[in-house]
């Protein structure tokens, strides 16, 4: 008889790294997460990859504080992966969004359609994302949406209107 343990203090815990165990099912199990966490990677949209690219990027830019000369705050290992989360949870068919870093430590993603047409999702290390957004016609949207790992609805909506090719500006 075999036996399994999986210990992680982490929301994700199928594909995150530190999760201790013994034994060949251990193993078996391990390798088989390993393999689809591979796959889903590999299966990510390009626009999901570049954001998760730019991630990096800026992670390895304002890991300390002061990052910018100005005092800003570094954005910490938790921010990147909700930022993470919350890209990894885009449908494939949205745009790649700017990943712009924040004073207070947080990170930006920005879908930018013109002086009138932007929408904005700050991510930081808590579960609530803020968003604000510019919809054309003086319309403008702005509020804090939970987060737990799935973007909502509403979110996505107002994403895809002002992605959308209808210009009303």
């Known amino acids: 008889m075999s036996t399994l343990a999986v210990i992680s203090k982490n929301p994700d815990p199928f594909f995150a790294p530190g999760s201790r165990g013994s ?3 251990y193993d ?20 999901q990859s570049a954001a998760l ?7 390895d830019e304002c890991k300390t ?3 910018d000369g100005y005092g800003a705050s570094a954005i910490d290992a938790t921010t990147a992966a909700n930022v993470r989360r919350f890209i ?21 993603l920005e879908w930018n359609r013109g002086p009138s047409r932007v929408f904005s999702v700050s ?24 987060f737990s790992g799935v973007v909502s609805q ?15 500006t």
Do not use: C
Not at 28 to 47: D, F
Not at 88 to 108: K, M, Y
Not at 135 to 143: L, T
């Open 23 to 25: 034994g060949s099912d």
């Open 88 to 108: 990894e949870d885009l449908p494939a068919w949205l745009p790649t969004p700017e990943v712009v870093p924040e004073s207070d430590g947080e990170i930006a």
């Open 65 to 67: 504080q002061d990052w």
């Open 123 to 146: 991510v930081g290390n808590t579960a609530a994302l803020h968003y604000a957004g510019l919809f054309g016609r003086g319309v403008e949207r702005h509020g804090v949406e939970p």
């Open 28 to 47: 078996l199990i391990t390798g088989l997460l390993e393999q689809a966490k591979s796959e889903r990677n590999q299966l990510g949209s390009v626009p």
């Open 53 to 59: 690219v730019y991630l990096a990027r800026l992670m």
């Open 154 to 168: 509403e979110i996505l909506r107002y994403i895809q209107e002002v992605v959308s090719e209808a210009s009303d």
